[in-house]
């Protein structure tokens, strides 16, 4: 006997329907075949296009698949999601990183409180020192400006505004923006050794102010500062984003450099936050507010357009098509655009942590797969890696491309080359090649894939580009009904780490092998 959702008559025609598609043909025949196809059906808004004339599928698997999202009720929650109701079910908080973008005045209020006003007071925290920093008002120690600002933080702390800095930020920019993430000290200390620790600002980023990986990262980096400017230097090298403000002071940081943080939002949603003073030092506060802008837009577009219109929503059911009905297990991300390198990287934390959860709201077990693999790579790069596989591999995975209409128009001819190499993997993916001499030669064809397009690579549409995918991930969850916004099974290991570097005594066998291991693990280290 199925779940709740699978026994539904609207899951029990998609099935069938999947078949009727399976049976019917070749992806290359429905192409072909549907002199529409070129055209229709494309969303856009806002010089960003959603393109599927790749997809397997027909306007009936758009119909029943929106179906399917109005019996999961996806128009409640989005409401729900913006006016700021507690859908973090297992850890009873609201989810707002929408109201970081907001338009307007009208109050949002979360347990009493207006919290527009303070995502309003924290900008404008934010806006006071990035202009003193980016114009040289803001001195070092020895009163040197500001060359370098170093970000400290892991997982959400780190992705986001990584990728951001690497989209939009200027090569030629006096002011440069590095990112320690890892808790192996090469990470840290390979960035550190060409830097002049008179000009370099460190930006410590952890809600909790306890996560293990950036509070030794954030130790080693003031050691290796006052080790050559002394104790007093840390007030004017050392700013904090965090919700811990008592700990961020026992580090010795001073209340006044402490930028906020809210329960209300996630990590891996939390760029837009003051988690995004790295990106707004790197590329301008003015940029930085386009970026919120250019979320804003996407945010509007999903709270209000119909479901078949609605690109976060149609971008989701057509990934609950591949994963539950076409038994598709991965899914890659391929920006063709070497300044989105690491958006495979950031939407694996979106997606993965977001929805890789077999548990339902209501705390069953699901009898349907939920998160697929995420990952991906920059084309050209990635056709000379996995593409291979893409091709001709056993797995059939759902694929989509992110490509820049106007692009680096210094060399014209690059620009050409990178989107016809987009565009031919795309179709060499759906139409194959089924006629070869050898069999080796031989392209199945069938992999679907979905073409973003974005007029430019700009802050507003880089935060309509995040924001799209924010949705998406948020409507798959509302579908699966399981809750996107807690992470519980990132916490296993972290208890077992601390556990072995404390010594404590095990508690089971498990943990008594584990110990052992370690410590043989240890003793060869040492030799």
């Not at 609950?320 to 391929?334: C, G, K, T």
């Amino acid at each position: 006997m199925g779940s709740a959702l699978t026994e539904t008559p609207v899951w029990r025609e998609l099935l069938k329907h999947q078949e009727t598609l399976a049976s019917a043909g070749a992806l290359s025949d429905l192409i072909l075949s549907d002199p529409e196809r070129l055209g229709y059906p494309e969303l856009a808004l806002d010089g960003i296009r959603l393109n599927l004339a790749f997809h397997r599928m027909t306007p009936k698997t758009i119909e029943l698949l929106i179906k399917l999202a109005q019996q999961q009720k996806v128009e409640d929650k989005r409401a729900q999601l913006f006016r700021g109701d507690k859908i973090n079910v297992t850890e009873n908080r609201a989810v707002l990183h929408t109201a970081l973008r907001q338009k307007g005045n009208q109050p949002l209020m979360v347990d009493g409180r207006d919290i527009l006003q303070d995502v309003k007071a924290a900008r404008q925290q934010m806006k006071n020192f990035v202009g003193d920093v980016r114009e040289g008002r803001w001195k070092g120690a020895t009163g040197q400006p500001i060359r370098h600002i170093v970000n400290i933080g892991i997982g959400g702390s780190d992705l986001g505004p990584r990728l951001a800095v690497g989209a939009l930020a200027s090569d030629a920019a006096d002011l440069k923006v590095h990112f320690v993430a890892n808790v192996d000290a090469f990470d840290l200390l390979s960035t550190l050794q060409s830097l002049d620790p008179a000009q370099t600002l460190f930006v410590i980023v952890s809600k909790t102010f306890t996560t293990q990986e950036t509070l030794l990262n954030a130790t080693t980096a003031r050691q290796w500062l006052t080790g050559k400017l002394g104790e007093k230097a840390v007030a004017q090298h050392f700013v904090a984003v965090s919700a811990n403000t008592g700990e961020v002071q026992k580090f010795g940081i001073d209340a006044e450099r402490i930028f906020p943080m809210w329960d209300w939002v996630g990590g891996r949603f939390s760029l837009w936050s003051t988690v995004g003073l790295g990106i707004a030092l790197a590329i301008g506060m003015e940029n930085f507010e386009r970026m919120l802008d250019g979320a804003a837009a996407m945010d509007e577009h999903f709270r209000t357009a119909p479901l078949a219109q609605n690109m976060p929503v149609i971008l989701a059911l057509l990934g609950v098509w591949y994963r539950n009905f076409w038994d598709m297990q991965a899914q890659a991300i391929l920006p063709y655009s070497e300044r989105l390198r690491d958006l495979p990287r950031y939407l694996q934390q979106l997606e993965m942590e977001s929805n890789g959860k077999s548990v339902t709201c209501d705390g069953k077990p699901v009898d349907y797969e939920t998160a697929p693999i995420i990952f991906g790579e920059c084309g050209s790069v990635g056709q000379h890696s996995f593409h291979q596989w893409l091709h001709q591999g056993s797995d059939i995975v759902a694929s989509d491309f992110i490509g820049v209409v106007q692009d680096d128009l210094r060399q014209p001819e690059h620009h050409q080359a990178l989107l016809a190499n987009m565009v031919a993997q795309a179709g060499a993916l759906a139409f194959g090649q089924t006629k070869a001499t050898a069999p080796s030669d031989i392209y199945v064809g069938n992999r679907p894939s979905t073409i973003l397009l974005l007029d430019q690579l700009d802050p507003y549409r880089f935060g309509m580009l995040l924001a799209l995918y924010e949705h998406k991930v948020f409507t798959q969850g509302v579908i699966w009904n399981i809750n996107s916004f807690d992470q519980p099974g990132v916490e296993l290991g972290k208890r077992m780490a601390r556990n072995l570097e404390r010594q404590d005594k095990a508690q089971d066998r498990a943990g008594a092998f584990l110990t052992d291991f370690w410590h043989k693990i240890g003793s060869v280290n040492k030799k």
